[in-house]
């Protein structure tokens, strides 16, 4: 069965077209769906690539979409998302899999990117009500039972809102009415196996993934032993199968191939830990045997305990033929705060990485600077967008903490590598100062100077050193040391944050600093704006580097005793030629390479 998904995560999108005006679309689309590949419509090709992709989008009649998929629809749990558009883009129709397989996300991204209307049909979407497979599904919960889903669906619909019974601390919409008597409900959010005396009836069982069981087991014993011995454990102990996240054992298992095979049947991640880690949880019961076997004292409660990162066990362990297996309950199925820290290259989407662009997709919030969100307008049009000033760093991390505690997903935006002089460095010294445990994903970006370095040709081929100016939170005495210290090395010098109106003496003392150890003659590269609206590159020398105009969208690279020119374009040479060079020369002399030109990009002057 296919694996469910958002249409932000992990998509892998099929495009198909037929006119000319359709494939015209679809190369645009491209700029959105980056990972998207791009088809000819063929019923055959359709058909047979139908399980490699998790969305398609149709450019034709939707008449034809329906009679070429009708045969290949399942299920609604492993339907792809299939949208269909015309080929102007003015319609994007959600066709299938609007809520688990993404399409009425993904016709609506389709439709903000191109200035479009989305058309969903969905009744939850259209009486704005959450979609409860959707709302399960993002909260990490298991619907045991599909078949009570249409008629609380259609009771949400009809009524506005539906009872709800938790055993698990999670957000509610409003339309979500918390109950403590689970006979009331009509959704019972809870990893035992029932809750209530009178069966399932019409409610809907989520199971929160919550359950981590650690297991021992002989030599040779097969998946189906060892799954058979959890099931008869689970229940004797009023426990879901279905809540299980993890299974957990000792290191010496990890070739085991029907443990493994287990884990990897069910999608559980299955956690090994060594004898002196298991050995760490001394309240547990031991057995001689066993540690005389593994070095352990005992395996499966330990296991379980540390796996889990619970301070007691929920099931002791229960030896079941050749297995044993303890049962613990983390609370890792509630949604954590999560902030995305996220580099956006140094200019416009062209430059953004795939990762750092679904994590912008994914964030329910986007926090930044506001010239740098304006870089991205186009990603974050249907997002809850916060804007701020250049120098409030903290204010920004504050403010994602804040939001990201309420359960929602942030991106915090970095121009460049958020690890550069970026936001990353600031949220971690948040953390660090009020010690704060949150989940943070640091997504690299392109770092400016290395966009510099492209524009004019290869500065940075050897060692180099990468210095800001800036004396806001460096002092400047700190600043000419490492000036001092680069310059005197030999490095290849990048210069952030050259000069500013409150600083402009910085680059000429930073200047006066390298010619004591460089030539005047050296190769310099000043670089504004780049990737940007009026980019500049410009290639000149130290001699002469101040006679242009550098302030605060600036890079300035500066070359080392052996940097050159070479047409118009600045070389730091690695050091090939000393080595190879009678290797490199060959081609030459052959004259294989007469035709070759160099070409570089950008405008130069100087």
């Known amino acids: 069965m296919r694996s469910s998904n958002t249409a932000t995560d992990g998509r892998r999108t099929a495009i198909f077209y037929i006119t000319d005006g359709g494939l015209a679309l679809a190369r645009k689309l491209k700029g959105l769906l980056r990972d998207a590949e791009v088809f000819k419509f063929d019923r055959e090709l359709v058909i047979s690539r139908w399980r490699e992709f998790n969305s398609f989008v149709f450019i034709m009649a939707v008449g034809i979409v329906v009679r070429t998929i009708a045969d290949l629809i399942e299920d609604k749990r492993s339907d792809p998302a299939v949208v269909v558009l015309d080929e102007k883009g003015k319609f994007a129709i959600s066709l299938l899999g609007g809520h688990i397989g993404g399409a009425n996300e993904l016709a609506r991204e389709i439709a903000h990117f191109l200035g479009g209307e989305a058309v969903i049909t969905t009744a939850s979407d259209l009486r704005g009500v959450p979609s409860l497979d959707l709302w399960a599904m993002r909260n990490g919960f298991v619907i045991e039972n599909w078949e009570a889903l249409p008629s609380i669906s259609t009771k949400l619909i009809n009524t506005g809102a539906v009872k709800v019974y938790s055993e698990v601390q999670v957000d509610l919409p409003e339309n979500f009415l918390r109950v403590d008597d689970p006979e009331s409900a009509d959704l019972l959010i809870t990893n035992k196996e029932r809750v209530v005396a009178t069966g399932a009836g019409d409610r809907i069982y989520l199971r929160p993934r919550n359950l981590v069981v650690g297991i021992g087991c002989n030599r040779g014993v097969d998946a189906e032993e060892i799954e058979e011995a959890v099931r008869k454990v689970l229940k004797e102990n009023n426990l879901a199968f279905s809540s299980i996240r993890a299974v957990a054992s000792i290191k010496s298992k990890a070739d085991e191939p029907g443990l493994v095979g287990f884990a990897r049947r069910h999608g559980f991640e299955l956690k090994l830990f060594t004898p002196e880690e298991l050995n760490t949880v001394e309240w547990v019961r031991g057995s001689r045997i066993v540690f005389k076997a593994t070095g352990a004292r005992a395996v499966a409660e330990p296991a379980a305990i540390l796996a889990s990162g619970a301070r007691s066990l929920l099931v002791p362990k229960r030896k079941v033929g050749n297995v044993t297996v303890a049962v613990s309950e983390t609370d890792s199925s509630v949604r954590k705060p999560k902030i995305y820290i996220v580099g956006i290259g140094p200019g416009g989407i062209d430059h953004i990485t795939p990762r750092a662009f679904r994590a912008i997709r994914e964030a329910d919030v986007v926090i930044g600077y506001k010239t740098y969100l304006e870089l ?231």
């Open 376 to 606: 991205i307008k186009e990603l974050i049009i249907d997002k809850e967008v916060l804007s701020f000033d250049m120098t409030q760093e903290i204010e920004r991390c504050w403010k994602a903490l804040e939001i990201a505690s309420k359960g929602k997903a942030v991106a915090l935006i970095s121009d460049g590598d958020p690890g550069i002089y970026g936001m990353a460095g600031a949220m971690f010294e948040v953390l660090k100062e009020n010690g704060i445990a949150v989940h943070i994903e640091v997504i690299p970006g392109i770092p400016a100077f290395t966009a510099c370095a492209a524009k004019l040709g290869a500065p940075i081929a050897q060692d180099f050193a990468v210095i800001s100016l800036s004396d806001r939170l460096t002092p400047w005495e700190t600043i000419q040391r490492r000036l001092e210290a680069a310059a005197s090395g030999d490095f290849v010098i990048v210069l952030y944050n050259p000069r500013s109106e409150s600083r402009s003496e910085h680059i000429r003392k930073a200047r006066e600093i390298i010619l004591k150890y460089r030539s005047p003659k050296t190769p310099v590269g000043i670089v504004s704006a780049v990737t940007r609206e009026g980019e500049s590159v410009i290639v000149t020398d130290l001699g002469n580097m101040l006679d242009y105009e550098i302030d605060m969208r600036t890079t300035v690279i500066v070359g080392n005793s052996r940097t050159l020119l070479f047409n118009n374009q600045i070389v730091t040479p690695r050091g090939y030629g000393d080595k190879y060079g009678a290797e490199i020369g060959k081609g030459r002399r052959r004259g294989e390479l007469s035709e070759c030109r160099i070409s570089g990009g950008g405008s130069r002057r100087g």
